[in-house]
C-alpha cells in the first residue's frame, strides 16, 4: 500500500464530475486500499477518488467499528434537518456549520461490485453525504451563506501556501504537523 497525495481546494480535479466504476480491476482494488491508507494517515473518517486525483465514483468510509467502500454511490432517501461542525482533508484546518439530512439511505456496490444499500444517522449520514458531495464535485463551503463562505475562504487563502501545486502530502507530514491539525471534529 501507498499513501497518495491529497488534492486541495484549487484544485480544478475537485470540481469535475466523476465517471461510474464498470469493472472492479486489480488496480482499482489497490486504489481502494491506498485510499484507506491515505485516509487514516491523513486522519481523516471518508475520502472520494477526486481527493486523490482520480476520476472515478468511488469513496471510501471508515468510522469506529463501519468501514464502507461506495463504488456509484447515490442516496436514495433522506429525512429530517441536522446541523453539525464539518472540516475536510481538501481543505485543511477549515471547519464550518453544513445544514443536511439527518438519517439517509444510500445505494452502492461494495468492493466486489455487490449491491447494497445502507441507513445511516448521525456522523456517518453526514460522512456519506459529503464523500457522495466530492463525486459530484461539490465542497462542503458551497453550502456557507455568502458572509461565512467568504470568511472561510479568507482564512484558507492564509493556509494555501503551505500546499504548492494544490497538493498536500500526507506521508510527509510530522506528528507534530498531525497534532496542529487535530480538531475535535474530523476532516471527511
Ligand atoms: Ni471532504
Known amino acids: 500500500m501507498s499513501i497518495l497525495d491529497i488534492r486541495v481546494l484549487g ?25 484507506f491508507d491515505t ?20 469513496a471510501v468510509v471508515e468510522i469506529d467499528e463501519q468501514r464502507l467502500v461506495l463504488i456509484n454511490p447515490e442516496v436514495i432517501e433522506r429525512a429530517g434537518k441536522a446541523k453539525g461542525e464539518e472540516g475536510c482533508l481538501s481543505i485543511p484546518d477549515i471547519y464550518a456549520d453544513v445544514e443536511r439530512p439527518r438519517t439517509i439511505t444510500a445505494r ?52 494555501a501556501h503551505h500546499y504548492p501545486g494544490h497538493v498536500r502530502r500526507v506521508s510527509l507530514e510530522t506528528p507534530e504537523d498531525l497534532d496542529e491539525h487535530q480538531h475535535p471534529d474530523e476532516e471527511l
Open 11 to 35: 484544485d480544478p480535479i475537485l470540481r469535475q464530475a466523476t465517471t461510474p466504476v464498470a469493472t472492479m480491476t486489480e488496480e482499482l482494488h489497490r486504489l481502494i486500499a491506498d485510499m
Open 39 to 58: 485516509m487514516h494517515h491523513a486522519r481523516g473518517i471518508g475520502l472520494a477518488a477526486p481527493q486523490v486525483g482520480r476520476t472515478e465514483r468511488l
Open 108 to 159: 452502492a456496490l461494495d468492493e466486489r461490485m455487490q449491491p447494497y444499500e445502507v441507513e445511516a444517522d448521525g456522523l456517518l449520514a453526514r460522512c456519506i453525504q459529503h464523500e457522495i458531495d466530492h463525486l459530484d464535485g461539490k465542497l462542503f463551503v458551497d453550502y456557507l451563506s455568502v458572509l461565512k463562505r467568504t470568511a472561510a475562504l479568507a482564512k484558507w487563502k492564509l493556509e
